[in-house]
């Protein structure tokens, strides 16, 4: 057995020791970054799911309203709402203008205060709503009267707006429902 002394030893383990230790540590790190993150965003995934289902079920309750409410209320005055198609003002749009068409009703209401909820949904912050607008009639001469053009169907748009467990995750849902008059 031969004796090596210590003078020969240069410390190379102990470095490649402390070398590999770091990069343990490094690994280590990454992963738990990593595993943060990945809960954040199934927990964003759920949140949205949640807000989804939320506004599903506002949308089939604004549908259900227009489908079992006979005679439907006005569509004039924009409460409880039902809103005649064409911006946040309540008189009827003209079809027929050619000025640049009135922005979405549902971009400009306030949704706290406009807008019918729905109650039917747990676990999300604020309850789902939904509007209803009467969509004008597409006839022939385009004027927007349905009565002159034998049309027997209204037109509605349902727009059901809702959160999920947090405010932040928004889900925007429509259906288009036709009715026979």
Do not use: H
């Not at 949640?50 to 005679?71: W, Y």
């Amino acid at each position: 057995m031969q004796n090596i002394g210590l003078k020969q030893q240069s410390g190379a383990v102990l470095a490649i020791g402390l070398i590999m230790l770091l990069l343990m540590t490094l690994i280590g790190l990454t992963g738990t970054r990593v595993t943060g993150l990945e809960e954040r965003m199934a927990g964003n995934n759920n949140d949205r799911n949640l807000a989804f289902q939320a506004a599903e079920s506002a949308l089939r309750a604004g549908e259900a309203f227009l489908a079992n409410t006979s005679p439907l209320p006005s569509f004039n005055n924009c409460t409880n709402g039902l809103y005649p198609n064409g911006g946040t003002g309540c008189a009827s749009p003209n079809v027929s203008s050619t000025t640049a068409p009135m922005p979405p009703v549902w971009e400009n209401i306030d949704w706290t205060a406009n807008s019918v909820a729905y109650a039917g949904s747990l676990g999300i912050s604020v309850s789902p709503r939904y509007i209803i607008e009467l969509m004008p009639c597409r006839d022939a001469n385009s004027d927007g009267d349905c009565s002159d053009a034998g049309v027997d169907q209204n037109v509605y748009r349902i727009t059901a707006r809702a959160t999920g467990a947090t405010a932040d995750a928004v889900i925007m849902l429509q259906s288009i429902l036709e009715i026979a008059v």
